[in-house]
């Protein structure tokens, strides 16, 4: 396809993290808006895959509580279509021009701040969550369906932070939500995009978002991307990005 330049891939690799502008146009936009919603309304079955990132619920969903943010994994699983249509087709082109051709999309994801929710996704490294791998490559892109400012939960990357030793990780509270490290504002820098543009960062790229404090939602459509054989590793392994969240990177731990 040879959309990237080569200046875009150094860039990715210097800094962890790559800003792309418009990936999807207006029209592709509320095609997603409108999947996202049928997802949080449960039209389409969610199931087991829906919980709270916000680390307060048990995982079961009640009247009485209410989710900080909500995560829906895999949708591509739950309906396949997706995986076909244009925002998993380009990603995946973008994927292999910034990692290589041998790049694969191991999972995907839907992550919501709902208006007032306040609540931050606390700082991590993704690969905290992940099994130690021999090929470490992995990229994931963060697709905003809203404008994403600081107030309602843009993405905050600390530069560089992929070449650094990975930090130690802990459950960021009770109840199976985030897991977090130590890390803070003034060593990142905000990434303010606009709907349908993304962000990518590596596997190892600290980051963080703000809680959402504005009255408007803050919709983020996520696919993440690894070697071909390191997904059929994880798998081998039992390792499908559908179970309980804990530190699984030897690196990671404590
Ligand atoms: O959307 C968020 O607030 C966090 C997203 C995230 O941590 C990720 O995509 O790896």
Known sequence: MG????AQIEAFN??????????LTPDEINYYRDIYQQFLDDKINTGKFRSDLGGFSDGTRSSATRERITQIMLPGRLLPSLLNEVLHV???AIARELLGDDMDMDFDMLIDKAPFTNTPTPWHQDCAYWIS??????????????DAVKDNGCMWYVPGSHRQPVRAHR????GGGALMCDAEEKEGV???IKA???????GATLHYSRGNSTGNRRRAFINNFRPAAMIQFERERGFD???EREVRNTSAKD
């Open 3 to 6: 959309v990237i330049t080569a």
């Open 190 to 192: 905000a990434v303010e």
């Open 133 to 146: 791998m021999p090929d470490t490559r992995a990229a994931s892109c963060w697709v905003a369906l809203d």
């Open 90 to 92: 380009r990603t995946l």
């Open 171 to 174: 459950p960021a509270g009770s």
């Open 196 to 202: 349908g543009s993304c962000v990518w960062h590596q």
């Open 14 to 23: 210097h800094d962890g993290y790559l800003v792309m502008n418009d990936l």
């Open 241 to 243: 990005h559908t179970g």
